[in-house]
């Protein structure tokens, strides 16, 4: 399966994905909104990256349709949003149907949006983890692929609980990605099933 990966921050997630690819997937290339470090990254791994800078469009919608052409270009089974701070719009996602997917820090449908962490240390939940899911036109209310769970612990700071999730999220986007007819994804609709 090949699989490009959209970014916008550190690249961690990308570097777990990079580093487990194999028999079941390869990652054909990187596209991000910005330079950052993930675009070091990815270079540094050999791996081909686009910029497609948000500031350098007209608006959002022309955004859209020249991130659709970027990602396109690289004739993706599956576009892994990891880490990527931008919603994703129609131009974009009628370009992949149910070929987009987002890994979120927290157990779905609890705490969508950006501050998923914060969120959950402020409302007091024991249990919270990471999402794979796949994306829609809403705010992480795409259909759920996988979860798991992790513990928030008395002492957590919204950083230590973060580097968990993390570490949990890595995991499992990779077993999403080695076992994709398992989860449903790359082409195989688990929901008809």
Not at 80 to 97: K, N, Q
Not at 162 to 188: C, F, M, N, S, T
């Amino acid at each position: 399966m090949n699989v490009v990966i959209l970014v916008s921050g550190t690249g961690t997630l990308l570097q777990s994905i990079v580093a487990a690819q194999g028999e079941s997937y390869r990652v054909v290339g990187t596209v991000a909104d910005k330079d950052c470090p993930a675009v070091e990254r990815a270079r540094q791994a050999g791996i081909p990256t686009t910029v497609v800078a948000f500031a350098e469009q007209p608006d959002r919608a022309a955004w859209n349709l020249e991130l659709a052409a970027a990602v396109a270009g690289y004739n993706p089974d599956l576009v892994l949003s990891a880490g990527f701070m931008r919603i994703l719009g129609p131009g974009f996602l009628e370009r992949f149907p149910n070929k987009v997917i987002n890994t979120h820090p927290a157990l779905l449908p609890s705490f969508p949006g950006a501050h998923a962490v914060r969120d959950a240390l402020a409302y007091g939940v024991k249990i919270t983890g990471s999402t794979v899911h796949l994306v829609d036109e809403g705010v992480d209310t795409g259909p759920i692929i996988a979860q798991a769970a992790v513990d928030v612990l008395p002492e957590d700071s919204e950083a230590t609980l973060h580097e968990r999730i993390k570490v949990a999220e890595r995991q499992l986007i990779v077993d999403v990605l080695r076992a994709p007819g398992v989860y449903g994804v790359g082409g195989v609709d688990k929901r008809g099933a």
